[in-house]
């Protein structure tokens, strides 16, 4: 004769690793420095800021909390110490910083840059938050360069 057995497997639910968990989509936008009109004779620095912003929203139910990392290439120039823009074969330096006084170079944490963080928290009470930061622009004086149109491109990455 056979013997059918069943076994029930009982275990507490705070035994489980929880299963459910909060996610976060983010959105950035940035505007650069828009430096105007450089003169080469002056002994004094143009000065520009322009922002980086950054906008994550809560999918789904629960909380969570978003740990951004901003890191900024260094552009034409390949390097962080002197970014450069760029017209035809004409150069004009310039950096982008964290700070006012212009000594927290904005970049991936090499070559002297640091990168930036903000931490978000979202609930259901507050889905949606965003972190703003400003870009200080600073070309030095005393460049003494051709006319024109000078331009470089920054590419920003926000890591969450």
């Not at 003169?39 to 740990?67: D, H, K, R």
């Amino acid at each position: 004769m056979s013997t059918l057995r069943r076994v029930v497997l009982c275990i507490p639910a705070w035994l489980l690793p929880s299963l459910a968990t909060a996610a976060a989509s983010c959105t950035v936008t940035a505007t650069g420095p828009v430096f105007g009109i450089y003169n080469p004779l002056s002994a004094t620095a143009n000065f520009s800021n322009g922002q980086v912003t950054v906008t994550c929203t809560l999918i789904g139910g629960g909380t969570t909390t978003v740990s951004l990392v901003s890191s900024y290439s260094s552009g034409a120039s390949g390097n962080f110490a002197t970014r450069s823009m760029r017209s035809g074969v004409n150069t004009l330096n310039y950096n982008l910083y964290y700070d006012a006084a212009y000594s927290l170079i904005r970049g991936d944490g090499t070559g002297g840059s640091q990168t930036g963080s903000a931490t978000l928290a979202l609930s259901a009470g507050t889905p949606t938050r965003t972190a703003t930061g400003v870009i200080y622009g600073r070309i030095p004086a005393g460049q003494d360069v051709a006319a024109g149109n000078y331009a470089d491109t920054i590419t920003v990455t926000i890591t969450y």
